[in-house]
């Protein structure tokens, strides 16, 4: 069992940074794969990141490649995801979760652990 936990999240300009964490509980931290998913109003959820069990492997949505970077410290139990240049279409609530495999995956469905998510406002 994996529980996570968002922080980070907060309203700011376009063009601001944020960096989000997820805490995650357990001794089985380093063992898999992880990714920030998010929601925005009216839409469906949508992969942003996913990082490998190690960290050696990174995979971004398009809209947000070469803005933010999502990395861990498996020491620490937490992944993070840095986000630069934010634009008002990145207003989401932002979850992040743990897959059932060690390398990277952009379908939520291998995603079996989520976060409680946390809210990102950006404004224009």
């Known amino acids: 069992q994996v529980q996570l936990v968002e922080s980070g999240g907060g309203l700011v300009q376009a063009g601001d940074s944020l960096r989000l964490s997820c805490a995650a509980s357990?001794?089985?931290?380093?063992?898999?794969?992880m990714g920030w998913f998010r929601q925005a109003p009216g839409k469906e959820r949508e992969f942003v990141a996913t990082?490998?069990?190690?960290?050696?492997?990174?995979y971004y949505a398009d809209s947000v490649k070469g803005r933010f970077t999502i990395y861990r410290d498996n020491a620490k139990n937490t992944m993070y995801l840095q986000m630069n240049s934010l634009k008002p279409e990145d207003t989401a609530v932002y979850y992040c979760a743990a897959a059932s495999r060690s390398s990277i995956v952009t379908w939520e469905g291998t995603y079996h652990y989520w976060g409680q998510g946390t809210q990102v406002t950006v404004s224009s």
């Open positions: 357990g001794r089985t931290f380093s063992s898999y794969a």
């Open positions: 990082i490998s069990a190690s960290g050696g492997r990174t």
